[in-house]
């Protein structure tokens, strides 16, 4: 008895200052975010596939679009095709770096 009860004492308050910083519940084993997550994962790719579907078609008609006219619009602008900035001008030579050997 001499041996035990401090055992148990010193015991029970390790347990009440660990329960501070540690839950000292029994672990749960549910995982219910694992069910959620491949449900999210799904979720996200069948929204990925149907937006790189409507890219695709958006891409298609504008490439009919500019073909077809030489114009084309987004939004309420219309961009011709004809209308385009000239290119900007080429960037000048650069002179070569001299190496400075010392004698």
């Known amino acids: 008895m001499k041996r035990v009860l401090p055992f148990f004492l010193t015991f029970a308050a390790g347990l009440f200052i660990a329960s501070f910083f540690v839950s000292i519940s029994s672990p749960s084993f549910n995982f219910p975010r694992k069910n959620n997550r491949h449900r999210e994962e799904r979720q996200l790719r069948i929204e990925n596939d149907g937006l790189q579907r409507e890219n695709a078609d ?6 009919e679009a500019g073909l077809k006219t030489g114009s084309f619009t987004v ?5 011709e095709a004809d209308n385009a900035p000239p290119p900007p001008p080429p960037a000048p030579a650069k002179r070569p770096h001299r190496v400075l050997l010392d004698r």
Do not use: D, M
Request: aromatic share 10%.
């Open 58 to 63: 958006l891409r298609r008609q504008l490439e």
């Open 75 to 79: 939004g309420s602008e219309v961009f």
